[in-house]
């Protein structure tokens, strides 16, 4: 991670984590849907007798919903932003702003 943030700013990371939300994973081609797919398979080996057996889509990321959603404010960007350090363990550096 400190290197990822040697190279590239805040901002720019920002840009990419809204661009990903919308698209859905960068990288390779889909491995949410592998991944899903896994996690299913696992959960109903696990599962009690009686219980339903889990599909993928149980666990499939909901990417953008178009425009049912409303914008969000620099607010609810900020929180949002916490939110997903929080839920990362990640730190944060306040950096000041450089006059262009």
Not at 14 to 32: N, Q
Not at 79 to 100: D, G, I, K
Request: positive net charge; hydrophobic residues 35%.
């Amino acid at each position: 991670m400190p290197e990822l943030l040697a190279r590239c700013s805040s901002e720019e990371l920002a840009e990419w984590m809204a661009y990903e939300h919308v698209t859905g994973p960068i990288g390779p081609e889909r491995l949410d849907v592998l991944f899903a797919t896994l996690t299913a398979t696992v959960s109903n080996t696990a599962r009690g007798k009686g219980k339903r057996a889990r599909e993928p889509q149980d666990f499939l990321q909901k990417w953008d919903q178009g425009a049912a959603r409303e914008p969000m404010d620099w607010r609810q960007m900020l929180a949002v932003a916490h939110e997903f350090t929080s839920r990362t363990n990640a730190t944060t550096q306040r950096v000041e702003r450089r006059p262009r």
